[in-house]
DNA sequence: ATGCAAATAGAATGCGCGTTCTAGAATGGC
DNA sequence: GCCATTCTAGAACGCGCATTCTATTTGCAT
């Protein structure tokens, strides 16, 4: 019926990802796409509605990704060795997807786009955001015997802002991080749920 | 001789990092800034002769501030006191400087001056970055009587990487981090430095 | 073969922002 | 009081980029 697409939907998304992940989403220009696919800056506007649907695309693509695959680990086993697994995603999520990792870790959503989300895309990054919350909140509970704020709190620290900070100097310099970040998390992990565990009383929601 | 300036230098470095905390250093517009001066653009120019000037100006005298701060308590006293003092900074500096704190932590460098930094300020920034990295490495030798990269990594962790990790959930809500930021940290540079003492032998550089 | 739907192709448009330019006003030394 | 100097004031310019518009091409259904 019609002509096929020379540029798929993919392909774009793709070539935002990698400028994206190598110089900020600020560079990621409909032309610098376009001259990443070698084509027209027509094309582009065939596949998405505006810069902003696009770049919006990128973010929570990535985001998808790495939430299910730290979802999983989370509740795969007893939550001190599923947690750990969780923790430990991050530098393996960086070490096998550095573009996707720099786009989710190096900069804020908010550089993606700077003013409002357009409505589906904004419920789309709301239910991300619950279902991250959720995880976090029945994980607490299996580890922690708990729900309180204080108790979730020191279950992100451990789980997701330790690793971040653990990985972050070499997202920065763009390098694998090397096998010693992986014991910094495993320490802060360990540390921060024996802390918990001690610190905490059980079964009381404050 | 002259007029006498309405505007002085600092009020629009002021201007500038006001709204460079409020919404991020692409948002520092030239209109952005006087509108909030309520100066008319051109006086900005009486006062910096770029943009990158002046963003860079901001980002060298944030930056500049609060090392000063970090390296004091850096070497005031036994190196695990001192050390947990310094890391200590961080929420409080958050605290006390909101503005400077979310300049500093929540945005990139790179967001700040895209391109190529002015020569002068590029020495500048090199400066304050060899100026903190020697301080890691004088502190590292003190506390762990190593000085080598594994170990610097530990400590710079414990010292730079958590403690920022802790605290950055609370400056993207830009909220005061409650005191659990505090015993998060502790907890975090105790485990980091114990294991450090005993994992890695003393007085060998590998 | 032929027409139409859906692409490619890239020039044209409009807007926002950094920067510069022109005018007018204040200040202090003479 | 007058001038040089340095400011305020804001309009004007130019550029880069998102978006749109006008061809032109392609491939399947008929």
């Known amino acids: 019926m019609a002509r096929h697409a020379k540029f798929s939907n993919d392909d774009v998304i793709d070539a935002a990802a990698r400028l994206a992940a190598r110089s900020g989403p600020a560079q990621v220009t409909i032309g610098a796409i376009a001259s990443e696919l070698s084509a027209p800056t027509g094309s ?3 596949r998405f509605a505006s810069r902003d649907q696009l770049l919006g695309e990128v973010w929570l693509r990535t985001a998808a990704n790495f939430q299910t695959q730290f979802a999983a680990r989370l509740f795969a086993g007893a939550p ?4 750990l697994s969780a923790a430990l995603l991050v530098p393996a999520f960086v070490r096998a997807e550095p573009i996707h990792a720099r786009i989710l870790l190096l900069h804020r959503r908010e550089d993606f786009l700077q003013g409002a989300w357009p409505e589906t895309m904004a419920q789309r990054a709301q239910a991300l955001k619950s279902e991250m919350d ?3 909140r029945r994980f607490t509970r299996s580890a922690l015997d708990r729900s309180d704020s204080a108790a979730l709190r020191l279950i992100k ?3 997701v ?3 971040l900070a653990a990985v972050l100097p070499h997202l920065r310099s763009d390098e694998p991080p090397p096998p010693l970040v992986d014991g910094l998390i495993e320490i802060a992990f360990c540390a921060t749920l ?3 565990e001690k610190l905490l009383p059980r079964r009381k929601s404050s």
Chains 1, 2 share one sequence.
């Open 161 to 163: 802002d330790a690793p």
């Open 80 to 83: 001190r060795q599923a947690g």
């Open 194 to 196: 024996d802390a918990a």
């Open 134 to 136: 959720t995880g976090l």
């Open 157 to 159: 620290f451990a789980l």
């Open 44 to 46: 582009i506007y065939h």
